[in-house]
C-alpha cells in the first residue's frame, strides 16, 4: 500500500511540471509579438465644430451681458427716487424721516424700494408707531408716519419715560422730543416699559392728554405741566408761571391763554387764571420784581 502512493504522488508531480513548463513557454512565446504603431488623421471638421460651438456660447454671453447693462442703465435714468412726500411726522423732520427710509445703496431706486418695502411697514422708530412708503410713480414716492399718541413724559434715572393717554409707558430716550411736555408732580416708585406708570388717580393720564392737545390745537408749547397734592394744573411757558386750577373750564382758560401770552413774552411771573370762567374772566398777572 505504501509503494503505491509514492509511485501515484510521483506520476502527478511529473504531470504539474510538464504544464509548468508549457505555460511558461506559451508565456515567452507572447512576449515576441510586436504590434505597430497605428496613425490616425486629424478631424478637422470636428475641431471646427468645437470652436464654433464656443464661439456661439461666448457671443450669446456678451449679448446676455450688454442687454442686462443697457437694462440697468435704464431703470437708473427712469426709476431714481426725485420727489418725496412725508405726512404726518411732528417729532421728526421730514428730511429726518426721508434719511430712515432711503438708507442702503439702492435706497433711491422706486423699483427696489417697492419690492424691500410691499406689504411691510417700518417699525422700531422711537416716538413712531410706524411708517408706510407707497410708490406713486416711478420718480416719486410717499412716506406716512403713524405717531404714538404721547401725553408726556417724566424723567426718570436719567432717561425720558414717554407715555400714552392711558399712561403706559411706551418709549425711553434720552432725547427730548419736541412738542411733549414734561409732567412734574406725579407720584410713582418705579416705571416698566410698556405698563402703566404706577400712581394712585389712574384719570391724570386722560387730563394730561387733554391739555397736551389743546396747547397742540393752539399752538402753545408748554415746558412743563405740575400737579400740586391736590391735582390742581400749573402751566410753564419759559418763565412764565399758569395757575390752571382744576380741569374745570380748562377749555376757555387755554384759549384766552393764546391771546395773553405774546403780551407776556420777555417777562417772569405768575399768570393766575385757575378763577376763570366765561363769566368772571377773572385773570390777573403777578410780576416777578427781577423780570
Given at each position: 500500500m505504501t509503494?503505491?502512493k509514492?509511485i501515484?504522488y ?7 511540471k510538464?504544464k ?5 513557454k ?5 512576449k515576441?509579438?510586436?504590434?505597430r ?8 471638421g ?6 464654433k ?12 451681458l ?5 437694462g440697468l442703465i435704464?431703470?437708473?435714468?427712469n426709476?431714481t427716487v426725485t420727489n418725496?412726500y412725508v405726512?404726518?411726522n411732528?417729532?421728526?423732520t421730514?428730511q429726518?424721516?426721508v434719511?430712515?427710509?432711503m438708507k ?6 422706486s ?11 417700518i ?7 410706524k411708517?408706510?412708503v407707497?410708490?406713486l ?11 404714538k399718541?404721547?401725553?408726556g ?30 409732567v412734574?408732580?406725579?407720584?410713582f416708585n ?13 384719570d ?5 392728554l387733554?391739555?397736551?392737545?389743546l396747547?397742540?390745537k ?8 405740575f400737579f400740586d397734592?391736590?391735582y390742581?394744573?400749573y402751566l ?19 384759549i384766552?391763554?393764546?391771546y395773553i401770552l405774546?403780551?407776556l413774552?420777555?417777562?417772569s411771573?405768575?399768570?393766575?387764571m385757575s378763577?376763570?370762567?366765561e363769566?368772571t ?11
Amino acid at each position: 500500500m505504501t509503494k503505491r502512493k509514492k509511485i501515484k504522488y510521483r506520476k502527478k508531480e511529473k504531470v504539474y511540471k510538464k504544464k509548468n513548463r508549457l505555460t511558461v513557454k506559451k508565456t515567452v512565446n507572447q512576449k515576441r509579438v510586436f504590434s505597430r504603431p497605428v496613425f490616425h488623421k486629424p478631424d478637422f471638421g470636428k475641431a471646427f465644430r468645437m470652436h464654433k460651438s464656443l464661439l456661439i456660447l461666448i457671443i450669446t454671453i456678451l449679448m446676455g451681458l450688454l442687454v442686462a447693462l443697457g437694462g440697468l442703465i435704464y431703470i437708473r435714468c427712469n426709476y431714481t427716487v426725485t420727489n418725496v412726500y412725508v405726512e404726518g411726522n411732528t417729532y421728526y423732520t421730514d428730511q429726518e424721516i426721508v434719511d430712515m427710509v432711503m438708507k442702503g445703496r439702492f435706497s433711491h431706486n422706486s423699483i427696489f424700494l417697492a419690492i424691500k418695502y410691499r406689504d411691510k411697514s417700518i417699525e422700531n422708530v422711537p416716538f413712531v408707531e410706524k411708517m408706510d412708503v407707497h410708490i406713486l410713480s416711478p420718480d416719486t414716492i410717499r412716506i406716512n408716519v403713524y405717531e404714538k399718541a404721547l401725553a408726556g413724559y417724566v424723567e426718570y434715572l436719567g432717561r425720558y419715560m414717554y407715555f400714552d393717554r392711558e399712561g403706559t409707558v411706551v418709549e425711553s430716550s434720552k432725547e427730548k422730543a419736541n412738542d411733549v411736555p414734561q409732567v412734574m408732580g406725579l407720584q410713582f416708585n418705579y416705571v416698566v416699559m410698556y405698563k402703566k406708570l404706577p400712581v394712585d388717580n389712574k384719570d391724570i393720564f386722560a387730563e394730561i392728554l387733554d391739555i397736551t392737545q389743546l396747547l397742540n390745537k393752539y399752538n402753545l408749547k408748554a415746558d412743563r405741566i405740575f400737579f400740586d397734592s391736590d391735582y390742581n394744573v400749573y402751566l410753564y411757558f419759559d418763565k412764565i408761571e399758569v395757575s390752571i386750577g382744576k380741569e374745570d373750564n380748562i377749555d376757555e382758560k387755554i384759549i384766552q391763554l393764546q391771546y395773553i401770552l405774546p403780551d407776556l413774552s420777555g417777562k417772569s411771573g405768575v399768570l393766575e387764571m385757575s378763577d376763570y370762567d366765561e363769566n368772571t374772566k377773572n385773570v390777573t398777572f403777578k410780576q416777578n420784581s427781577s423780570g
